[in-house]
């Protein structure tokens, strides 16, 4: 069994946790937290795919170009090599799921 509360955990950002609920060769699934005003900068991943799935707040996140609203419930898959950021421009923690194949960790360039 695997939670938050035994998960591997480290920081990223300014003030933003994050958990290993699965780390793998070939799977990451994370579960992070984005406190009001922080987030990710803009950036896209040569090999790795994702799918952002929010479990409270509101993920507002940009995917090649294109914004989207994700409330409670919704999810987003963001292909290999498409730019995209995520953002929490709301008053309250963003918590979500972030699942990678194969895992993001090392594959990350920053998009202009």
């Keep these: 069994m695997i939670s938050t509360e035994n998960a591997e955990y480290y920081q990223w950002g300014n003030g933003c946790d994050g958990w290993h609920l699965v780390r793998s060769p070939s799977l990451s699934v994370i579960q992070e937290r984005v406190p009001p005003g922080c987030g990710e900068v803009r950036h896209f991943h040569n090999h790795s795919e994702q799918f952002f799935f929010v479990l409270s707040g509101i993920a507002t996140i940009e995917v090649d170009g294109t914004t989207h609203l ?19 421009k709301h008053g309250e923690d963003l918590i979500f799921t972030v699942t990678s194949t194969p895992p993001s960790h090392g594959d990350r360039v920053i998009a202009d």
Aim: aromatic share 0%; no cysteine.
């Design 70 to 88: 994700l409330h409670p419930q919704q999810g987003i898959h963001v292909p290999a090599r498409t730019p995209h950021q995520l953002p929490n």
